[in-house]
């Protein structure tokens, strides 16, 4: 069974540019939600994929976008840059039913590390 | 608005000692809260969850309750050792009409001492 992967590991980028990262979720998982994770903080939910569609986004700007993909696999895209963009993203999947909580819980990559300058 | 806290920012323990973490959460329709481990440059480590309707799991040296009147979360760790040296966070799991989604609270920094 293969774990969450993301890729690449880190990326540095300039303000104004766009910006593609990439995840492969867990075996037997459906679901993948992303995460942004500021230094010294928490994660904070971006958006939720299920059925290659958006199911759920928290208090991201449009600008912050993604796919999935048949295979289950997603990508989050950022455009226009901004030096607040630096952080961690974070891939995590699950499998999901519609009803009640993730069977099994989330599975988290180790991450994107995204700096903007 | 959503939330979910912590009470210490960083915790420092005698390698053997017992740990305890605590949380304290605010959506009372949260059904299923989680605990994750995360070292230097590395994803959150899943190490223990609890669904709503239990007040208590118990699970290799590590044991999280669940006080639901209070809104209350902790994590104990038993026998702590070096390599539980990490940052700690409890997560609430919140259902929204479609899917899920987890609310983080800022971590707790676990320093254990040798």
């Known amino acids: 069974e293969t774990g969450v992967t993301q890729s690449p590991t880190h990326l540095i980028k300039t303000r104004g540019q766009q910006v593609t990262l990439r995840c492969s979720s867990q075996?037997?998982?459906?679901?993948v939600s992303w995460y942004q994770q500021a230094l010294g903080q928490g994660p904070q939910f971006i958006f939720q994929?299920?059925?290659?569609?958006e199911n759920g986004r928290g208090n991201f700007p449009p600008r912050f976008s993604g796919l999935q993909f048949p295979n289950y696999s997603s990508e989050l895209n950022v455009n226009a840059l901004e030096l607040d963009d630096s952080a961690l993203y974070l891939c995590a999947s699950s499998l999901e039913w519609g009803t009640g909580p993730p069977n099994y819980g989330y599975t988290f990559g180790s991450g994107t590390r995204l700096t903007v300058v | 608005g959503e939330s979910v806290g912590l009470h210490l920012p960083t915790l420092s323990v005698q390698e053997g000692d017992n740990s305890i973490i605590n949380c304290a959460y605010s959506?009372?329709?949260?059904?299923?809260f989680i605990w994750y481990k995360q070292e230097s440059g590395k994803g959150p480590q899943f190490i223990i969850d609890?669904?709503?309707?239990?007040d208590k799991r118990q699970g290799q040296r590590v044991t999280v309750l669940l006080n639901k009147t209070v809104k209350h979360l902790s994590l104990q760790i038993a026998a702590t050792q070096p390599g539980d040296s990490a940052v700690y966070f409890c997560?609430?799991?919140?259902?929204?009409?479609?899917?899920?989604?987890?609310?983080f609270g800022a971590g707790t920094i676990l320093r254990v001492k040798s």
């Open positions: 609890i669904r709503s309707n239990m």
């Open positions: 994929y299920y059925r290659e569609e």
């Open positions: 997560a609430e799991n919140i259902k929204r009409e479609y899917g899920n989604k987890l609310v």
């Open positions: 075996s037997g998982h459906n679901t």
């Open positions: 959506n009372s329709a949260s059904d299923y």
